[in-house]
């Protein structure tokens, strides 16, 4: 992304006295070209920043550029590192830079801004098979704001049955899977995941969260996630596979699918979830080229049901 590029060399040249375009180049592993194309674009947008010519030339900031980015709020530099991010749309060279670049900010914005680094999480997998976007929930900047600062809140809540409650939480982090938005949070009664369209208000204590030293988000969320996923697919069956098979399998069945080891005749183990025996082996009598279901018998037994429906309907 273009304009997470540009505040990148933006920082890099408040970080240096001067910076040539090879320099900015190598930094964000992309072309001289593109990197001159970059500072020219700073300089038309208003920044100041001019060019030298000439034997020691570069580019500087007006003024001697050795600045330690004081001029950057709080909330701007959290937003600034929430683009380095596991959730950011910008590339993996953007963020490695902007990881780098974080050494340049003062000393009371750093915990901040690599806090909001690490305070969002993206799983792009969406439950169920809704794909309608919805705007951001009403809470979540405030919610955010509160995993960042670390500080414990006040949440409403209302449950998928309408009941509304009130507790103290501590907040731990933020998840986005597909369209709908989850706080990850400690309270009295162990983890917990709410909703945050389903948040009614969020009050500030003030009061410091408890983190444990272990906690990390994406980890936590895995496991939350494939609990959920299990409650809502119970069924497993066991399978072997054929070595190319196994990406036909990933493309049509996606996180549900398990690959194990190979077996003694060349094949790989797998495991697949589904809601039900019938409907998983509709979903598998197109791989069957591929794939043999050795258990649960039940599923073999509507596999052998559909291939003499289509024997009897194609012979």
């Not at 917990?192 to 980890?219: K, M, N, Q, W, Y």
Request: aromatic share 6%; net charge neutral; with cysteine.
């Amino acid at each position: 992304m273009r304009t997470d590029r540009l505040v990148a060399v933006l920082l890099l040249l408040q970080r240096r006295e001067r910076v040539t375009a090879a320099e900015v180049a190598r930094e964000l592993e992309v072309s001289e070209r593109t990197a001159r194309r970059d500072l020219d674009a700073l300089a038309m947008a208003g920044v100041p920043v001019y060019s030298v010519q000439g034997r020691g030339g570069g580019w500087r900031l007006v003024g001697g550029a050795r600045t330690d980015l004081s001029g950057l709020t709080a909330g701007e530099a959290r937003a600034l590192f929430l683009v380095a991010g596991p959730a950011s749309a910008a590339t993996p060279t953007v963020k490695a830079a902007l990881r780098k670049l974080v050494h340049a900010l003062p000393e009371p914005f750093r915990v901040q801004a690599e806090a909001a680094a690490s305070s969002l999480v993206l799983d792009p997998q969406h439950w169920g098979t809704s794909r309608i976007e919805h705007r951001p929930p009403r809470f979540l900047d405030e919610l955010q704001d509160a995993v960042i600062r670390g500080v414990q809140v006040r949440l409403g809540y209302v449950d998928g049955k309408g009941a509304g409650t009130e507790r103290t939480v501590h907040p731990l982090g933020i998840v986005a899977k597909g369209p709908s938005w989850y706080l990850l949070a400690g309270t009295e009664a162990g983890r917990r995941t709410f909703r945050i369209d389903r948040v009614s208000c969020v009050e500030p204590t003030g009061d410091p969260v408890e983190r444990p030293e272990d906690f990390d988000l994406a980890g936590s969320w895995r496991e939350i996630a494939d609990q959920v996923d299990r409650r809502r697919m119970p069924l497993e069956i066991q399978a072997v596979c054929t070595p190319h098979g196994i990406g036909l399998l990933r493309m049509a069945l996606g996180p549900r699918l398990e690959v194990g080891g190979p077996t003694a005749d060349g094949r790989i183990e797998v495991a697949v979830r589904g809601y039900d025996e019938y409907t998983l082996a509709g979903e598998l009598s197109g791989l069957v080229e591929w794939l043999e279901v050795t258990g649960p018998p039940g599923v073999r037994d509507h596999l052998a049901s559909i291939g003499n429906a289509l024997v009897e309907r194609y012979s």
